[in-house]
């Protein structure tokens, strides 16, 4: 019941804040509310929303309603998403493998391996060369390390509805995990989720801030 009480009070939120946006935003945020709340509903009935999965190239499962946001079809060709990449086998909580939630930050040396990457804004694709060469020694460790597992997070910046940053998100995972695979990591191993803009490290309301929220993180498992 408790996660079914935390679900009512985010809906209320969401609800209260409509009253200061535009009659499009509040119409946004409130069928974001409808959708968090059917979320919670089924949580209690173990129903399981951790885990936005690519499929393939053109299908990252992502919110529904208008919220879904294409792949670019000329930034996918520049990095190479030229094949279909399965699901992992086992989903979180099976054979041994936690639910994300159990993911830990890399400490230590690892920190310094998965770093976070940033995004431009309204953009999914990686184009910093140091962002590249993170993906790159993400690849290596993973390929050297068989027992890790990966969870990518995509988070977004407060800009726009929530259902739009949560599918932005998803984007941004799922564009990592992409490249990974491409780089020879086993897709068995890596999973996504999206916080869209529900987890900000700057508070702030500049571009400095956005800048900051605009991220993918990691987090493992080492079994």
Same mark, same amino acid.
């Given at each position: 019941?408790?996660?079914?009480?935390?679900?009512?009070?985010?809906?209320? =939120?969401?609800?209260?804040?409509?009253?200061?946006?535009?009659?499009?935003?509040?119409?946004?945020?409130?069928?974001?509310?409808?959708? #968090?709340?059917?979320?919670?509903?089924?949580?209690?009935?173990?129903?399981?929303? /951790?885990?936005?999965?690519?499929?393939? /190239?053109?299908?990252?499962?992502?919110?529904?309603?208008?919220?879904?946001?294409?792949?670019?079809?000329?930034?996918?060709?520049?990095?190479?998403?030229?094949?279909? #990449?399965? &699901?992992?086998?086992?989903?979180?909580?099976?054979?041994?493998?936690?639910?994300?939630?159990?993911? &830990?930050?890399?400490?230590?040396?690892?920190?310094?391996?998965?770093?976070?990457? *940033?995004? /431009?804004?309204?953009? #999914?694709?990686?184009?910093?060369?140091?962002?590249?060469?993170?993906? &790159?020694?993400?690849? @290596?460790?993973?390929? *050297? *390390?068989?027992?890790?597992?990966?969870?990518?997070?995509?988070?977004?910046?407060?800009?726009?509805?929530?259902?739009?940053?949560?599918?932005?998100?998803?984007?941004? @995972?799922?564009?990592?995990?992409?490249?990974?695979?491409?780089?020879?990591?086993?897709?068995?191993?890596?999973?996504?989720?999206? #916080?869209?803009?529900?987890?900000?490290?700057?508070?702030? *309301? =500049? &571009?400095?801030?956005?800048?900051?929220?605009?991220?993918?993180?990691?987090?493992?498992?080492?079994?």
């Amino acid at each position: 019941m408790k996660v079914f009480y935390l679900f009512i009070i985010g809906t209320l =939120t969401l609800l209260t804040g409509c009253s200061r946006n535009s009659d499009t935003s509040s119409w946004d945020n409130m069928k974001t509310a409808g959708r #968090y709340m059917g979320r919670g509903i089924d949580s209690l009935f173990g129903k399981d929303y /951790d885990s936005y999965l690519v499929e393939n /190239d053109d299908g990252a499962i992502g919110p529904k309603e208008g919220d879904f946001i294409p792949l670019n079809d000329k930034d996918l060709k520049a990095q190479g998403y030229d094949k279909a #990449y399965p &699901q992992p086998k086992f989903s979180p909580g099976e054979n041994g493998i936690p639910q994300l939630t159990k993911f &830990q930050t890399p400490s230590g040396e690892l920190a310094s391996v998965f770093e976070q990457i *940033h995004f /431009d804004s309204d953009d #999914y694709v990686i184009r910093d060369r140091q962002d590249i060469a993170t993906v &790159q020694k993400i690849a @290596a460790y993973m390929k *050297h *390390h068989e027992n890790t597992f990966l969870c990518i997070a995509g988070n977004c910046d407060e800009r726009a509805s929530a259902g739009y940053n949560m599918a932005l998100g998803t984007r941004r @995972a799922n564009s990592i995990r992409v490249l990974l695979i491409k780089n020879g990591v086993d897709f068995n191993r890596i999973y996504t989720i999206s #916080y869209g803009k529900e987890k900000p490290l700057a508070l702030g *309301h =500049t &571009q400095a801030d956005w800048k900051i929220n605009r991220r993918a993180e990691f987090k493992i498992f080492e079994r």
